[in-house]
């Protein structure tokens, strides 16, 4: 059985090893600023810098990259970290799932730190899920457009916090998030424009990337952060 499991790892290793060369090789062939975000990172993981980057769980389901983006509505990465930890709290240190969060009155999701508009999304989105009106496995096998259309119809639920969770919790390769402003910076500090790109303008630099676009965006995330990391330049 240990050998079997060890099997299965090794391959799924050697799966996504082979995908990343591929990718990488792809977008240092499309895109010359890509080209040379890769070269200057040549070990990058995008799975791992992921799950360090937003600290959540590497077996997160959407339901918990849902809240985590929910959350994180206006927030910065820190301040939704900070505001989920409270969360975790009282459910015994985890993320909950869609039923227990509804076991909890919505004044202690409050206490937490959740907005009341924060709250009632969470609890539309678990009412759903937990009755049936959503199904988290057919929800995870439709293609991206029609997860989108899905969750967009809840309240609170934008395009923002569904390709975020898409990334997070189902792994989607061709996903970019034009509506963050961390992403339209990165795309400004990159491509070294004099302005804050527009989500059209992201889109349009992005089509090159395609069918590509997470670990682009992967990319360029971390090449921003690795920027505001480093120490000051001496005088």
Not at 7 to 31: C, G, K, M, P, T
Not at 110 to 130: E, V
Not at 169 to 183: F, H, K, N, S, T
Request: proline share 8%; net charge positive.
């Amino acid at each position: 059985m240990l050998a079997g499991m060890g099997a299965r790892v090794v391959i799924e290793h050697s799966s996504r090893a082979a995908w990343l060369r591929q990718a990488r090789s792809y977008l240092r062939n499309a895109d010359p600023v890509l080209a040379r975000l890769v070269d200057d990172r040549p070990d990058f993981d995008p799975w791992a810098w992921r799950d360090n980057a937003f600290g959540l769980p590497p077996s997160v389901d959407l339901f918990g990259a849902l809240l985590f983006q929910i959350t994180g509505q206006q927030l910065s990465v820190p301040a939704t970290r900070r505001t989920l930890a409270r969360v975790e709290a009282l459910f015994g240190g985890h993320l909950p799932s869609a039923t227990e969060l509804m076991s909890v009155q919505p004044a202690q999701l409050r206490q937490a730190g959740l907005s009341w508009r924060k709250i009632g999304t969470l609890r539309d989105l678990a009412g759903r899920l937990s009755d049936g009106r959503l199904d988290p496995k057919v929800l995870s096998s439709l293609p991206d457009d029609e997860i989108m259309a899905e969750l967009t119809a809840i309240p609170g639920i934008g395009p923002w916090t569904v390709q975020g969770a898409l990334l997070l919790a189902l792994g989607r390769e061709d996903i970019v998030v034009p509506g963050d402003l961390r992403v339209r910076k990165a795309v400004q500090a990159a491509y070294r424009l004099d302005h804050l790109p527009t989500q059209q303008e992201v889109l349009a630099i992005a089509c090159k990337w395609r069918p590509y676009r997470s670990l682009a965006t992967s990319y360029l995330f971390t090449a921003t952060f690795a920027q505001a990391k480093a120490p000051p330049a001496a005088p």
